[in-house]
């Protein structure tokens, strides 16, 4: 199985906007709506961020918004704060019954 | 609530098995969920590697499955990961984590464990 796609890096300025694509096929991102989000700082484990395409997990800013479109998934951060700034990992359930994670997005607060 | 913790030796030689332990507290292993090895090399991304179920039910990632085997230990609530054959590709930071089950599907990861950094090397 091959990674979803994502950006290797986007970057913001304090208070604006960003979003992440991923990528993938029909087999996985198009075919469900089993799509995950996961933040992860230097060193640390990856954190959950949004599950099921667009839905926050509890303790999660609602500066943080997911959707999709046909075989392209997307997570927003508003309000770009300089704690958001860390690496982005998008994940998939497919056709297969196996998971797959995207390739991964450094994300920059200029 | 939940916590997993990754255990095993961080130092595997070229050609030989990586043998990984995820102890699950706060929770029984028998739970409705799936229970997850990822990985990710230095630098590099995440790589899911396997599940397993309570029942011993198992999936594995097709460029791995080969030289993987998952297994769980009920009496333990423990589950293991044995990777054969590695190389130094197989160096990286290996994670445990719960797989959110929904019907006929997992969908998605939470929590995970810290993490365990395995090299292999002669």
């Known amino acids: 199985q091959s990674a979803l796609t994502q950006p290797a890096s986007v970057s913001g300025s304090p208070g604006q906007s960003i979003t992440i694509s991923c990528t993938g096929t029909?087999?996985?991102?198009?075919?469900?709506?089993?799509v995950s989000w996961y933040q992860q700082h230097p060193g640390k484990a990856p954190k959950l961020m949004i599950y099921?395409?667009?839905n926050r997990p509890s303790g999660v800013s609602n500066r943080f918004s997911g959707s999709k479109s046909g075989n392209t998934a997307s997570l927003t951060i508003s309000g770009l704060q300089a704690e958001d700034e860390a690496d982005y990992y998008c994940?998939?359930?497919?056709?297969?019954?196996?998971?797959?994670f995207g390739t991964g997005t450094k994300v920059t607060v200029l | 609530q939940v916590q997993l913790q990754e255990s095993g030796p961080g130092l595997v030689k070229p050609s030989g098995t990586l043998s990984l332990t995820c102890a699950v507290s706060?929770?029984?292993?028998?739970?409705?969920?799936?229970w997850s090895w990822v990985r990710q090399p230095p630098g590099k991304g995440l790589e899911w590697i396997g599940e397993?179920?309570?029942?011993?039910?198992?999936n594995y990632n097709p460029s791995l499955k080969s030289r993987v085997t998952i297994s769980v230990d009920k009496s333990k609530n423990q589950f293991s990961l044995k990777l054969s054959s590695v190389t130094a590709a197989d160096t990286a930071v290996y994670y445990c984590?719960?797989?959110?089950?929904?019907?006929?599907?997992?969908?998605?990861?939470?929590?995970w464990g810290q993490g365990t950094l395995v090299t292999v090397s002669s």
């Open positions: 984590a719960r797989g959110n089950v929904v019907p006929a599907a997992v969908n998605w990861f939470d929590p």
């Open positions: 706060g929770g029984s292993i028998s739970s409705s969920n799936w």
């Open positions: 397993i179920y309570h029942s011993g039910s198992t």
């Open positions: 029909s087999s996985d991102v198009g075919g469900y709506n089993y």
């Open positions: 099921d395409v667009s």
């Open positions: 994940s998939s359930y497919t056709s297969s019954s196996t998971q797959v």
